[in-house]
């Protein structure tokens, strides 16, 4: 270590995070761990973004407290995955649900399980894409669920984005969800809600437009709307005061009006300014690690030898 910048060094001092996984950083992490202190400014300058951006963000956001809604059938939509790898295949379970905040399926759920190597046709190559494979089978669940539970709901939320699955064709090779996308859009029911966003469309800033108005406000209340030109309205909310925002998606045009009614009805079932029949469902869906363990048991793949034992893990 003779040599490294104090300030590196200071790394390995106990109780610094640098040591929180009890081991020291390898000669190559301090490195990189020098790089981020050296552009550590340029970097939450980057985030913080102009002052012109926080007060366009504060132009457009309107305060409003949703009033809670007696009665409304709510149901929240969410899908999972989760793989084990083997020599030459992997194991899958996938699943979707929709559900109410009370954890009653609005909807039967789906589910899948199987082996395989998981590949999509990417022009003329055969790619092995086993997250892409899953994702787009979860999202072809989430559509089934949606389409079937918008028909017995006042409203149905969808965990993501609409307007991420609308364009993004290269899911096309593995499920035609371009098409589910189109036609959601004429359940004017189905709303998408996204906890994270890129998009930076509004601001055209370093860092996705939610961020900015999550900084930059902490009432309740909507951001004016845009209508995209694939016909969805996207605006942000934030239900509760200082909670976090949350994008919206809803098919269709939707005015101040709209935006208000749909506040209502997320906020009638929130807690801690998210909905809570997308935490229900987010929950009741979520395949891990143990529970995959469980599967390969049943399979009697237990002894089979798999990808992470050969890299001695």
Known sequence: MAGRPALSLRGAASGNPLRRRG??????LMQVYDLAISRREAILKEIGGPSSVMEKARGLWTDYTPRKKEKLAVAGVDSSWNLV????????????????????????????????????????????????????????????????????????????SLLARFYDRRRRHAIAFYEHARDLMKERNVIFVSKRSESNKLFGAPVGDIHYFNVATSCAGYSSPYLDKGGVTVFYVRLSDRSPCLRVEAPGEVDGRGQRELMDALGSYSVDGYPYPLRV???????????????????????ETGGREVLGE
């Open 85 to 160: 790898p083997y020599l030459g295949y992997y194991v899958y379970a996938v699943d979707a649900v929709c559900q109410t905040q009370e954890g009653r399926d609005a909807v039967p759920p789906r589910f899948d399980v199987g082996a395989g190597v998981l590949s999509v046709v990417e022009g003329r190559e055969l790619t092995t894409d086993p997250r892409m494979v899953l994702e787009s089978e979860g999202m072809d669940l989430e559509y089934k669920m949606a389409k079937e539970g918008s028909q017995g709901s006042d409203f149905v939320l969808v965990d993501g």
């Open 23 to 28: 081991r020291l950083p390898s000669h190559m």
């Open 281 to 303: 469902a987010h929950e009741s869906c979520r395949i891990s690690n143990e529970d995959m363990r469980r599967l390969v048991d049943i399979l009697g793949l237990a002894a």
